[in-house]
């Protein structure tokens, strides 16, 4: 069996998930719910573009509905997932085949 070539492997979007350091993170409210962010979710989209999402925890605990919130524009936050990409493109280009 020959290995694919690069025009037969279609790479529709890289997807990782950051810890949102906790002098990071925020919350925000949903059906009457508020949630701390926790974590987000990054992907490398096919145009090279990245775009991300919000996951949580509710403040008054219990498991919660596993809803996405939008990340807001701030500095530190567009700096964290640059940073994050930056960091999973070192760790993809050094994967070692299936384990």
């Known amino acids: 069996m020959t290995a694919p070539d690069d025009d037969d492997v279609v790479v529709s979007a890289l997807a990782i998930n950051v810890t949102i ?3 990071l ?12 962010l926790q974590t987000l ?11 991300a999402k919000a996951y ?4 008054a605990g219990g498991r919660g509905a596993y809803v996405s919130f939008h990340v807001p524009d701030r500095p530190e ?3 964290l997932v640059a940073a994050a990409a930056d960091r999973a493109a070192v760790l993809w ?6 384990g």
């Open 56 to 59: 949580g925890r509710p403040v």
């Open 77 to 79: 936050l567009r700096d």
């Open 41 to 51: 979710n990054v992907r490398l989209l096919p145009d090279g573009t990245l775009a």
């Open 21 to 23: 350091p906790e002098h």
């Open 25 to 36: 993170q925020w919350t925000d409210e949903r059906r009457g719910e508020e949630f701390r």
């Open 93 to 98: 280009s050094l994967h070692r085949g299936l």
